[in-house]
């Protein structure tokens, strides 16, 4: 039989959460959860789990091989989460009655749609542009014309690259799973990473879109 994911005191966490920063949408459905990347432009599935047996009391645990495991205890406010990712400390969710608007059409998986959601997601949760003395609007008109219909995914990979690169901020990176070349702050890695994913915080998917005549393989 199976039952509706709840903590120990019976508390149901079934519907759907948003977190607080990162741009992160949760849809828990009894024992499966699906993550979604939102922005003001878009809605990404980004990864799925399982319920698997908690180790501590009043904890839910979820796991897959995209979302990694993910730890559900009580927030500190009532009706309220934390998710624990593996990090230090845990990300706060709250309740939302509604997917976002954005989530009831397909975010296209185009060069440009790409650019647009790579920039958006920086818009809305990077938090250090006046301490890195960065003018993201300057940067987006400096970009967003170099990249069209025709640009190829290694391309598109150089031009998001060097829009980051002047951050000099370990915590932000791109990984290109078509190709398997990353970016992590001011290191360059070629790594063997199952992710293509863009890092503000916590990772973001980031696809590989592929023109019509190119044999890369676009990843969602």
Not at 3 to 30: C, M, P, V
Not at 70 to 85: C, D, I, N
Request: glycine residues 10%.
């Amino acid at each position: 039989m199976v039952a509706h994911a709840q903590n120990a005191s019976g508390f149901t966490i079934d519907g759907l959460w948003l977190t607080d920063g990162y741009g992160e949408l949760i849809d828990i459905k009894r024992n499966s959860l699906q993550i979604y990347e939102v922005t003001g432009v878009s809605c990404i599935a980004a990864g799925t789990a399982k319920r698997r047996p908690g180790t501590r009391t009043g904890e839910i645990v979820f796991e897959g091989g995209s979302t990694g495991m993910l730890r559900l205890t009580p927030g500190e406010v009532g009706g309220t989460l934390s998710m624990h990712a593996g990090g230090v400390s845990g990300v706060a969710l709250r309740r939302t009655t509604a997917l976002p608007e954005t989530c009831s059409r397909k975010t296209p998986d185009t060069p440009e749609s790409n650019y647009e959601v790579f920039w958006q997601t920086f818009s809305e949760q990077y938090p250090f542009f006046a301490l890195r003395k960065i003018d993201w609007t300057a940067v987006d008109k400096e970009f967003r014309p170099r990249v069209t219909g025709s640009t190829s995914p290694s391309e598109l990979f150089q031009i998001l690259r060097q829009m980051i690169e002047p951050f000099s901020d370990a915590h932000t990176g791109i990984v290109r799973k078509c190709r398997l070349y990353a970016l992590w702050g001011i290191r360059q890695n070629v790594v063997v990473d199952p992710q293509a994913r863009v890092s503000s915080g916590r990772s973001r998917t980031v696809r590989c879109a592929k023109r019509t005549s190119s044999p890369d393989e676009a990843s969602a």
